[in-house]
T-cell receptor, first 116, second 111 residues
Framework: DTEVTQTPKHLVMGMTNKKSLKCEQH?????MYWYKQKAKKPPELMFV???????INESVPSRFSPECPNSSLLNLHLHALQPEDSALYLC???????????????FGPGTRLLVL | SQQGEEDPQALSIQEGENATMNCSYK?????LQWYRQNSGRGLVHLIL?????REKHSGRLRVTLDTSKKSSSLLITASRAADTASYFC???????????FGAGTRLFVKA
C-alpha cells in the first residue's frame, strides 16, 4: 500500500469553528509532513513529525495545531482561522527522516479548505 | 524560504514535442527531486538525482544536474496531453532536514 489518504477532501468553515484534518499512511514511514499550498504556488512546509515527535514547526500560527497520535496518523487541528488560511493542505510521508538529505515524499490528495 | 527557482513559469507545447524545464537553486544540496502535480491534487514523485550524479533517466524523463551551476533540467520527451500538470523541483535544505520546493513550471500539452 503506497497511498496516503486525507480526509475530508473539502472543508468550509467559519472563523469561529474548530475542525480537524486527518492524514493516514500504512507504509511504515516514520516521517510525516503538513504543507500548505496556495493557488499557483509551491507547497510550503508547515510541520514535520519524526518518529511521532514534532521536529520542525515553520513558525506556523498557533491556530494550527498538529498532532501525531501514532505512527500512521497525523492530524491538523484548526481553530479561529482567517480567510487568508484558505488553501490546499497536503499531507506527506517519507520512510526515514533526517537521512542525509531529503527523502522521497509520498503525498496525499489534499484537503481544500475555505475559511469564510 | 524558496530554494529553487524554475523557468519557464509556464510552457505550452503540442503533443509529441519535447518539454524542457529548468531549476536553479542557491545552496549546496545532497539531492534534487522533481515532482508533478495535476491540478488541485497531491504531488507525485518523478525522479531523484543525487549530488554526485549528472544525469538520470526514467521512461520519457531525463534529468540533468550541474552542481557547479546549481541547476537542473527536466526533459519530457514525446509529450502527451496527460503530461499537462505543474512540475516542481525540490531540494533539501543545508541540514537535510526538510524539502524546499521551487516555484514550479506549469506545462500545458495540446492534443
Amino acid at each position: 500500500d503506497t497511498e496516503v489518504t486525507q480526509t475530508p477532501k473539502h472543508l468550509v468553515m467559519g472563523m469561529t469553528n474548530k475542525k480537524s484534518l486527518k492524514c493516514e499512511q500504512h507504509m511504515g514511514h516514520r516521517a510525516m509532513y503538513w504543507y500548505k499550498q496556495k493557488a499557483k504556488k509551491p507547497p510550503e512546509l508547515m510541520f514535520v513529525y519524526s518518529y511521532e515527535k514534532l521536529s520542525i514547526n515553520e513558525s506556523v500560527p498557533s491556530r494550527f495545531s498538529p498532532e501525531c497520535p501514532n505512527s500512521s496518523l497525523l492530524n491538523l487541528h484548526l481553530h479561529a482561522l482567517q480567510p487568508e488560511d484558505s488553501a490546499l493542505y497536503l499531507c506527506a510521508s517519507s520512510q526515514e527522516p533526517l537521512a542525509g538529505g531529503s527523502e522521497t515524499q509520498y503525498f496525499g490528495p489534499g484537503t481544500r479548505l475555505l475559511v469564510l | 524560504s524558496q530554494q529553487g527557482e524554475e523557468d519557464p513559469q509556464a510552457l505550452s507545447i503540442q503533443e509529441g514535442e519535447n518539454a524542457t524545464m529548468n531549476c536553479s537553486y542557491k545552496t549546496s544540496i545532497n539531492n534534487l527531486q522533481w515532482y508533478r502535480q495535476n491540478s488541485g491534487r497531491g504531488l507525485v514523485h518523478l525522479i531523484l538525482i543525487r549530488s554526485n550524479e549528472r544525469e538520470k533517466h526514467s521512461g520519457r524523463l531525463r534529468v540533468t544536474l550541474d552542481t557547479s551551476k546549481k541547476s537542473s533540467s527536466l526533459l519530457i520527451t514525446a509529450s502527451r496531453a496527460a503530461d499537462t500538470a505543474s512540475y516542481f523541483c525540490a531540494t533539501d535544505d543545508t541540514g537535510g532536514f526538510k524539502t524546499i520546493f521551487g516555484a514550479g513550471t506549469r506545462l500545458f500539452v495540446k492534443a
